[in-house]
């Protein structure tokens, strides 16, 4: 067997190979003071750099995990190379001649094929792959490129490739270099069953490359009508340098973009990725085969430097449709990953970044991208969709749903900005908003709650218990219950004064559920002459707090007299239609709030004039109760 490296050789490696260049293919550093350079450890997740090189002395430390050593032990251990794998590997990169010592054996290596050899194997792979695009065989994999917009150079640029139908082409080319089948099985590219055959048949191949460059798997998509795969896509299977959750499509080309600009954009397939950087969005990568997770989320920042919250975007693209706002919801439930800023961008139509590419040009990708929206703003439009901002009782809910996710934000210097531009948008109180978000952010968050901005169609998890009704004593409900109180009690003093009277003007469910409850039963006019009246109301309703009401109605005194009569009632029907009038006034100003009088002035011109009348009619409300016995406030 070969001896082992010569140690001068050795002294020579690590002298050439600068340890910042080699680190910086894997992590992001900046200048720390000092001479030293500082990032994000690739050994460990951190969100404070921790991990420090020092080019002068050529070595790291991280002071997290502490981690360290030289460039050759940088190298074995993040990509899992022997000593001599590394060495051979450096030795290669600066341009140092490798001499061996006779007699001395190697040192022993782990079971299965060296890393290198799998690296060489998918190199020579990627090469054969991108040769047989030419091939005649490879006419419907030329046509689907060009039907996407994708030239010849578009091709060599990415290094997409055809594998051809015969099973066993790649197999026969892999044994011609001279690879075994151990080797070509344990890359992936080479599958075994009563034989060895191809992974990958009659599919165009896009190769999955590493940020240095190397390939090391393969995404693969069916175009033949004819291919016995039902799957649309294939990707290389996990292997010992290919691990689907830790790579992003695009990233050897994005990396340096995404340093120099602080930003990167996830798209969802290969296609997206080609069309985002020949349209000049250079910072553009997808997952692979996978949804996008916190271990993707970990190689971005690292090469995005992403430990500053003042500055640095990621920029997720999504389909508008339900299952774009899905996986965005997921996105969102994953945001404290990032210290960036995180941001949505939804094409028009649903179109992804190749075909909107395709429909509008190179500039309607770049503007996809310049119009992104801040994900908690895609999520808020997301929650308050889900409800009637037109009524009084889907604003209140949809402030409760929200609030949640305006408290969360990360920047807390941001709240109240944000809690400003909620109270905008559903058409409420500013300080009604803010009172809400401080709740929010004082409830303690339970294991098993989600975020509220789950997407309408997302499978269903466990949801926080809705809150606990109002006290039927609750100050707010006063003329409410008044009111019900002289009816179960004093029908014939009530008459008939709550003629106009409907279960709407009740904004207490129960007490609402009182009033259906006496409507069934005939309404006040016929309990005056009937001593079982209470009996009958409590007969017509079947929730059980209801009944419970209707009892505590029928035995606690009326306030501010002792013989009720239909002027002394009168006074609290308009009192309550006043405030029904008044939750009418608030609907129209929140419509008219969130309408534009320019764009939609017919619609402004209509609601401004009802605003008007309701006015009016709250005014003769107020007037009409005024100095009327027993008027409560």
């Known amino acids: 067997m070969a001896g082992r490296i010569r140690d001068d050789d050795i002294a020579e490696v690590r002298e050439k190979a600068r340890i910042d260049d080699v680190i910086s293919e894997y992590v992001t550093l900046k200048r720390a003071g000092g001479g030293s350079l500082k990032g994000l450890c690739p050994f460990h997740d951190e969100k404070t750099p921790s991990f420090n090189v020092n080019p002068a002395r050529q070595f790291f430390h991280c002071f997290g995990c502490g981690e360290g050593g030289d460039v050759i032990a940088f190298l074995m251990k993040v990509d899992g190379l022997t000593f001599t794998e590394t060495v051979e590997r450096l030795a290669e990169k600066v341009g140092v001649q490798l001499r061996r010592e006779d007699g001395d054996d190697e040192p022993v290596r782990p079971r299965g094929p060296a890393r290198g050899r799998l690296v060489e194997a998918h190199k020579v792979a990627q090469e054969f792959y991108a040769e047989q695009l030419a091939s005649a065989d490879a006419v419907v994999a030329r046509q689907f490129l060009d039907q996407r917009g994708f030239d010849q150079a578009a091709a060599q640029m990415f290094g997409v490739g055809f594998a051809p139908r015969d099973g066993e082409a790649l197999t026969r080319h892999l044994r011609g270099r001279r690879f075994t089948d151990e080797e070509s099985v344990a890359a992936g590219l080479v599958a075994h069953g009563r034989s060895h055959y191809d992974r990958f048949r009659g599919r165009l191949v896009w190769p999955i490359r590493e940020a240095n460059g190397d390939t090391i798997g393969f995404g693969a998509r069916r175009i033949f009508d004819d291919d016995r795969i039902e799957a649309k896509y294939l990707n290389t299977s996990e292997t010992a340098i290919y691990k689907k959750s830790q790579v992003l499509y695009g990233i050897d080309l994005a990396r340096t973009a995404m340093k120099d600009s602080q930003q990167a954009v996830v798209v969802e397939g290969y296609t997206d990725v ?228 409907t279960t709407t003007d009740f904004t207490h469910p129960t007490f609402a559920g009182v009033w259906e409850a006496v409507s069934a039963a005939g309404g006040p006019a016929a309990g005056a002459d009937d001593p079982g009246w209470s009996n009958k109301v409590r007969g017509a309703a079947t929730d059980p707090a209801v009944v419970a009401a209707i009892t505590e109605l029928g035995v606690e005194p009326v306030r501010g007299t002792a013989d009720p009569n239909p002027t002394f009632a009168v006074a609290y029907v308009y009192r309550l239609q006043e405030l029904t009038t008044s939750r009418r006034i608030a609907d129209v100003k929140a419509r008219l709030q969130r309408t534009n009088p320019v764009e939609q002035a017919l619609d402004y011109n209509r609601m401004f004039g009802e605003l008007v009348t309701l006015e009016q009619h709250r005014r003769r409300l107020r007037e009409g109760a005024v100095g009327q016995p027993g008027a409560a406030t």
């Open 274 to 501: 080609m069309a985002c950087h020949l349209a000049g969005v250079r910072t553009a990568v997808a997952s692979c085969g996978t949804a996008f997770g916190t271990d993707h989320a970990r190689v971005l920042r690292r090469f995005m430097g992403d430990h500053d919250t003042t500055s640095g975007e990621v920029i997720f693209t999504f389909d508008g449709d339900s299952a774009g706002q899905k996986a965005a919801m997921k996105v969102l439930e994953s945001d404290q990953v990032f210290a960036s800023q995180t941001y949505v961008a939804v094409a028009p139509e649903g179109m992804d970044p190749c075909d909107l590419r395709l429909k509008e040009g190179d500039e309607a990708v770049r503007e996809l991208v310049a119009k992104r929206l801040p994900l908690y703003r895609f999520a808020l439009d997301n929650i308050l969709a889900r409800h009637d901002l037109d009524r009084a009782d889907g604003r209140v809910d949809a402030l409760r749903d929200a609030a949640g996710l305006v408290a969360s934000i990360r920047d807390k210097t941001k709240v109240d900005a944000f809690s400003r531009e909620l109270a905008h948008m559903v058409g409420m109180d500013v300080d009604e908003v803010r009172a809400e978000v401080r709740r929010a952010a004082s409830r303690p968050v339970r294991t098993d709650e989600r975020r509220p901005s789950r997407a309408p169609d997302a499978p269903e998890q466990p949801q926080p218990q809705r809150p606990a009704l109002p006290s039927l004593s609750d100050p707010r409900f006063l003329i409410e219950r008044e009111l019900l109180k002289l009816v179960i009690q004093h029908p014939a003093g009530v008459g008939r004064t709550t003629a106009h009277v």
